[in-house]
C-alpha cells in the first residue's frame, strides 16, 4: 500500500451492476457530468468498458494541507446480460480493470434498484466481485441502491424501506458488511448527490488505509491486445 501523494490523492472507482440498474447513471453522479450514456431501455445499455475521470481541487484537507482528488471511474457492462455471455463480461471487465488500473481499485460499487425486489442478478454480481478481486472485495464494497426518489415517493425513510426489505436484500447488505448508499437518479444536477456519495467512497477508503485491490491472476488474458499508454479523460476500452 502506497501513500496518497502530497497535495493529490486517488481514487479508483469500479462499478458493477445488472442490467437499467443505474450503474452508469450512478458514474455520472459521482463524476458530476454526464460522461456515460444512460436512458432508459428494455435491455443493457452499456457494451463496453470505459473509463472516465476528473480532477478535483481542493476537494478536501489533509493534515491542513489542501488536497486535490483525481477521481477515475470505470463503468463496465451490465451482469449477467442479455447480449453478451457471463463468461465474456467477466473477462472485459477483468482486462479493462487490469489495463486502466494496474496500481489496482480502491472501491468497488454494487449498484441495484431501490424499486425492484432484489433476484438472483444481484446475487451473481457478489460472485463475480469475489471472482473477480478476491475475499478483500468486502470491505472495498458500497452498495448504491439507486432510484431512490420512489422510496420517498412511497413517503419512506431509507432506514424504514431496509427494514421492511427482503431476506435476500438483508443477505446482500450483510455481504457488504451494511455499507448502502440511497442515489436519486433523477435530480437534474449530478452534483448535488455525486458529493455525498464521493464522501462516502473516500471515508470507506481512508478506512482501508487507501490499500488496492488487484484483478485476480487467472482472470486476465489480453491475447496479446494489451497497450502499454494509460487512458485519457474519457476513452472506452474495446477489447473485441
Not at 457530468?33 to 472516465?52: H, I, K, N
Not at 424504514?160 to 455499507?179: I, K, M, N, P
Amino acid at each position: 500500500m502506497d501513500p496518497p501523494e502530497q497535495g493529490l490523492l486517488c481514487l479508483n472507482v469500479l462499478l458493477l451492476g445488472r442490467p437499467q440498474a443505474g450503474k452508469s447513471a450512478t458514474g455520472n453522479t459521482l463524476l458530476g457530468s454526464y460522461e456515460f450514456q444512460s436512458r432508459l431501455s428494455p435491455g443493457a445499455v452499456t457494451r463496453e468498458c470505459r473509463l472516465c475521470w476528473k480532477n478535483f481541487p481542493g476537494f478536501l484537507r489533509r493534515q491542513g494541507v489542501e488536497t486535490a482528488l483525481r477521481l477515475q471511474v470505470l463503468d463496465t457492462p451490465a451482469y449477467p446480460n442479455c447480449l453478451l455471455s457471463s463468461e465474456r463480461v467477466k473477462q472485459d471487465v477483468a482486462t479493462a480493470a487490469e489495463k486502466v488500473f494496474p496500481e489496482g481499485v480502491h472501491m468497488l460499487v454494487l449498484v441495484t434498484r431501490a424499486d425492484v425486489p432484489i433476484c438472483e442478478d444481484d446475487h451473481q454480481l457478489v460472485h463475480l466481485a469475489e471472482e473477480l478481486l478476491g475475499p478483500g472485495w468486502r470491505s472495498h464494497t458500497l452498495l448504491v441502491l439507486s432510484h431512490s426518489d420512489r422510496v420517498s415517493g412511497a413517503r419512506l425513510k431509507g432506514e424504514e424501506y431496509l427494514r421492511l426489505a427482503s431476506g435476500a436484500f438483508q443477505a446482500l447488505l450483510e455481504s457488504v458488511d451494511h455499507r448502502y448508499h440511497f442515489v436519486d437518479n433523477s435530480v437534474a444536477w449530478p452534483q448535488a448527490e455525486g458529493r455525498p456519495l464521493l464522501e462516502k467512497l473516500l471515508r470507506i477508503s481512508s478506512q482501508n488505509k487507501y490499500s488496492r485491490l488487484q484483478i485476480k491472476p487467472g482472470h486476465v488474458n489480453d491475447l496479446g491486445k494489451r497497450q502499454q499508454e494509460r487512458p485519457t479523460h474519457n476513452e472506452s476500452i474495446h477489447l473485441s
